[in-house]
């Protein structure tokens, strides 16, 4: 397990200081991706896809923390596609957000791209809220994780890695 990010807010924006995008800098021989509307069923979707890819690679050991990561993180992207389209005028279409996974060696990546180019937003969620702290249980349960912006088109990735060794 390597360190884990420095997180600062910038403003609301939450940036992962030392946190190297990992599909930047490592090999991934096995990946997926699957692109999903921004609707409330996307995140249950993502999930079973999850689930069903890890199983597949015989990576059933971190499917629940997987599972996790990937249900806060499509939340959000759903959650910031639809407010992003409502003050932009309700534009026509559904907005999309992509959920990519990898595996390497002794990791597994998991990558939320939305159309939104604002940072993540770390929530001040108490006990009993029922939303707000999704980012935070995405940092108790992975290695590290950060964001960056996506070069050539709108939008950014956050992403995830956990340890499977």
Same mark, same amino acid.
């Given at each position: 397990?390597?360190?884990?990010?420095? %997180?600062v807010s910038a403003g609301t924006a939450v940036v992962a200081l030392d946190a190297e995008p990992p599909s930047v800098t490592a090999w991934w021989p096995l990946s997926s991706c699957l692109p999903l509307g921004a609707l409330a069923t996307a995140?249950? +979707?993502a999930r079973l896809h999850a689930r069903a890819v890890l199983a597949e690679w015989g990576l059933g050991s971190v499917s629940e923390a997987a599972e996790l990561i990937v249900s806060e993180l499509v939340t959000n992207a759903v @959650?910031?596609?639809a407010d992003a389209q @409502?003050?932009?005028g309700g534009e026509a279409g559904v907005p999309v957000v992509i959920v990519r996974l990898?595996?390497?060696w002794d990791r597994v990546l998991v990558e939320v791209w939305d159309s939104f180019t604002g940072g993540p937003l770390i929530g001040r969620g @108490? %006990? =009993? =809220?029922?939303s707000g702290r999704g980012l935070l249980l995405v940092e108790a349960v992975c =290695? @590290? &994780?950060g964001w960056r912006p996506v070069r050539g088109r709108p939008g950014? !990735? !956050? &992403?995830?890695? %956990? +340890?499977h060794r």
């Open positions: 397990m390597g360190p884990r990010p420095s %997180l995140p249950p +979707c @959650r910031i596609s @409502r003050q932009h990898a595996a390497g @108490r %006990l =009993d =809220d029922e =290695d @590290r &994780w950014k !990735v !956050v &992403w995830a890695e %956990l +340890c």
